[in-house]
């Protein structure tokens, strides 16, 4: 009866292993060091504000088109990155051709390439006396110094994201899903539309959610391709250095503020989406 | 995987029929396979040249000259001396948080992951900005630190503690899938056979992770040396001091100054393609002792 009711109690299940109270007290301590009062100093600076200031600062026509520029482009690159993502997740699972270990070590380089290059090389690439650029100014097209190159510095840096959510997925398909499908008269479009692809939703959703999460937040790949003219082509990070070098922190902070409050809820629902999809089909994305 | 239809029980005969069954039209194999291709090329493959391209654009006496300048080598200087802190210290976290996550039920374990992952989901500007909020002259402990004479913003101490925060949750991520795959039984071995908590972590649990502790440290490495927007926000931007080489990139852009940028970037592309070549040397001969391949 003693032992029950001490095991009520107990934070942790018994075990043989030791280490606990160390490997615990170093996590704990290096955490609130450097993750939580850092972040809590935010929150509290925010909150310092007051509710009227903190609602002017986050809703002057700059800060509000910056958030709506950062947001909307990174939606419309995760869209993008969706659509490419999933081509190229696919052929690299299911199709065999020339270069293809190369290509798919190749899908992490956004991750290993440090943002500030990427974001040179693009507008270099994309800017209008660039290799690319230089070929669609006489059709009128201009990407770089323009939202749309937003767009493409957020489709670089968040292809990964999708490509390697959905990839272990699509290898864990099992092949007589399909032959069924196909045994049954489904002719191939329907078997990928009806069969393959609302299996594969889960995971395209928090590839999604993952690639968009980080544009929005993505600064060093953008502002050299941007063109940075506020109200414009301006990004929420970038108006938050701009605040700092002022040093207007009521700013920074309110813009910073509103920021986490979306990102956290971006994050809430990546986990939802992937606890209703082990729930649903048995494995996470 | 077995895409021709080798696992099916239908027998030789209608291996192609499957096959037919199965898979695309060959028309539509082509068109996928060069959709991708392009794509990888415009937004891979092509900037990756540029950067060769545009640092080489005046031969390879520039880029050499360009690379010995003293401030390109108190950079290089600097991204080295901050990763070679940061990286031990996120290391170490990372071994303790797994051990503890990873060996032991206790109360508050999902909590704790999700907190060790939040990193990941704030802006690197608001990484840095935290710390100007906290050791600024306006925050609370500004006047202290400044009567003290201790500098942290705008100085090497700052930039470590922002690469800290951004590359935190690396190694931790790594280890702790990988170690709860593995379970608890070897170590239970070792210490019923009499080996003390050391001897059983030295001799049994970091064998059997280290390979996805060097995947974690490649990774989390990569971060630190290119980490730009945290860092930039923390370091002021002073020449030869404070400047790690992403924001000597970025200074040398901003000056015109494109094959010098571009020759400072060169080596950080570099970086990044002996990341990738690890990376995938790692996930090819050791893929069962590494988790990220499989969950990412």
New interface residues.
Partial sequence: MTARTASLWQIRQPSVIPGFGLALGVTLSWLTLIILIPLSGLVWRSSALGWATFWELATDQRTVNALRISFGTAFLAALINVFFGVVLAWVLVRYRFPGKRVIDAMVDLPFALPTAVAGIALTTLYAPNGWIGSLLTPLGIKIAFTPLGIVFALVFVGLPFVVRTVQPIMEEIDKEVEEAAATLGANRLQTIRRVLLPGLAPAVLTGFALAFARGVGEYGSVIFIAGNLPYVSEIAPLLIVIRLEEFNYPAATAIAAVMLVISFAMLLIINMIQAWSRRRYGYGA | ???D?T??PTGTGNTEL?RV?????RL??YG??A???T??G???????A??FT?AMRNGPGEFLTVLSDPETFAAIKLTLLVAGIAVP?NL??GI??A???A?????GKAF?T??????F??????SG??????F?S??LLGPWLQSHGIQILFAVPGIV?AT??VT?PFVARELIPLMQEQG?SD??AA??LGAS?WQ??WHVTLPNIKWGLLYGVL?CN?RA?????AV??VSGHIRGLTNT???Q??IL?NEYN?VA??AV?TL??L???V???L??LLEMKYSAQIAAS???
Avoid: C, N, Q
């Fill in positions: 995987m077995a895409h239809g696992a099916s499957v069954a199965t898979s695309e039209h539509a194999r996928l396979i959709t991708a291709l794509f990888v415009l937004f891979l493959v092509l900037p990756l540029a950067v545009e210290l170490a976290f303790a948080a051990w503890a996550i060996k032991f039920e206790f109360k704790l999700t907190l060790i992952d939040l990193p989901s704030v802006s690197p500007v608001i900005l935290v710390f100007v909020l906290l600024g306006h925050s503690l800290v925060f935190f608890t170590e239970e210490l019923s908590g059983t972590f990774l990569a040396m290119g980490e730009f927007g930039s926000v080489m992403p924001l990139v970025e852009y494109f940028a571009f970037a950080l592309a970086l990044a393609l990341t990738l070549v990376k995938s499989r969950r990412h």
